[in-house]
């Protein structure tokens, strides 16, 4: 069983920066894909980005593309989402999440493991 601690939300104007950081308690085949999604009050949960752990291979949604990026540091077992530019509609309940590959964390099909969430809050 994978565990997964996100940290890094705050409240920041728009136009900041925040940097969230996904630690894992463990790395295997069935996490290699790590994803950031966010969920606003009244709507739906959104994937914002994913990255494999082993060929570094990333996707964006357009909504952040050009802003945020998704790195990671496999010593450290850490995905991390540098968010820059930051929109009032950036804000939302910020979750990572693994699996073993991205069709598997898309369809929630086989083990997906999840993050508490950490909060990030955009206003002026």
């Known amino acids: 069983q994978v565990q997964l601690v996100e940290s890094g939300g705050g409240s920041v104007q728009p136009g900041g920066s925040l940097r969230l950081s996904c630690a894992a308690s463990e790395y295997s085949s069935s996490s290699n894909a790590v994803a950031w999604f966010r969920q606003a009050p009244g709507k739906e949960r959104e994937a914002v980005a994913y990255?494999?752990?082993?060929?570094?291979?990333?996707f964006y949604a357009d909504s952040v593309k050009g802003r945020f990026t998704i790195s990671q540091d496999n010593a450290k077992k850490t995905v991390y989402l540098q968010m820059n530019s930051l929109k009032l509609e950036d804000t939302a309940m910020y979750y990572c999440?693994?699996?073993?590959?991205?069709?598997?964390?898309?369809?929630?099909?086989?083990?997906?493991?999840w993050g508490q969430g950490t909060q990030v809050t955009v206003s002026s």
């Open positions: 999440a693994a699996a073993r590959s991205w069709r598997a964390l898309e369809s929630q099909s086989g083990d997906v493991f």
């Open positions: 990255i494999y752990r082993d060929d570094g291979v990333t």
